[in-house]
């Protein structure tokens, strides 16, 4: 494997600091016994690591000839290696097969870290925790508090589905070939706290959407460009105790929250339409 020039196209920048790898499996706490899914193995460097301390490995590499690799490295052992992609990978179905919520790593291809995050949220009732490896900005925006420049749409969503917190930072010496930034670990325990905020998660995750859809707007004219009436808008701020400029980066969770639940209430005043 070794041997094989790698992919770019498909984020093949392998890890060579052996104690990066143990910091990595090291963070994912007591898995022994457990299922953890590895997504995007490439050459093993933490699938070997991740073997002797895990129960069982479903290891998914989208790259045929490295999945075919790590088959022939692992045979017999506690690995299985799916040849697909991770992001039409069926997690809740390995969920359900293993008979537990599943631990996820994965060194991740950069170029569709949010896809596959947005995927992770998205499958938060098959997974317990996550120890993933991103570019160092986008872990800033992962683990971002509002009122910072990086906080938005990313840090909502993420975090909306359980607490983040940031581990260490590699530079780009520490991967072959080496990327062109810096690289940052970050755990990700799964705990949606949609119901404890009360709030529906998709048309919650809709409303966030929207706040954030031009940042140089404020909040109220991103909601009145998405068709909310201006009465509605002001009500909802009000409830959340937010100024009338107020913009979407400034929000907590809790006040996107209250939002939600101002214009949900607020639309179930308006007059329905007369039937015709
Ligand atoms: N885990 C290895 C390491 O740390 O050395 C490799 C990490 S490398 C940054 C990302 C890996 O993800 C590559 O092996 C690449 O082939 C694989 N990959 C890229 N896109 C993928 C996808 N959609 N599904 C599964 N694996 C993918």
Redesign the pocket.
Known sequence: MESMPA?PK???????DTQA?QRIVAALGDVSGRTVI??????????GALAARAGHVLA????RE?SAGLRARFAGGNVTVAG????T?DLASAATAAGERLAVV???????TSP?LLKLAASHSALDRAVL?VQREVADRIVAAPGSRDYGLLSVTVQMHGPVERLFTLPPSA?SPPPEVHSTVFRWRFAPRFAELGVEEASFLRLVRLAFAQRRKTLANNLRAAGFAPGEIGSALARADLQPQARAEAISIEGFAEMWKALDAAREQMPKAEPE
Request: no cysteine.
């Open positions: 992919r498909l984020g093949q920048n392998f890890l060579r790898v590895e997504i995007g193995p490439g050459r093993g460097a933490i699938t998914i590499e989208l790259d490295l697909q992609d991770i992001l990978f994965g060194n991740l291809p950069y170029g569709i596959i490896m991967f």
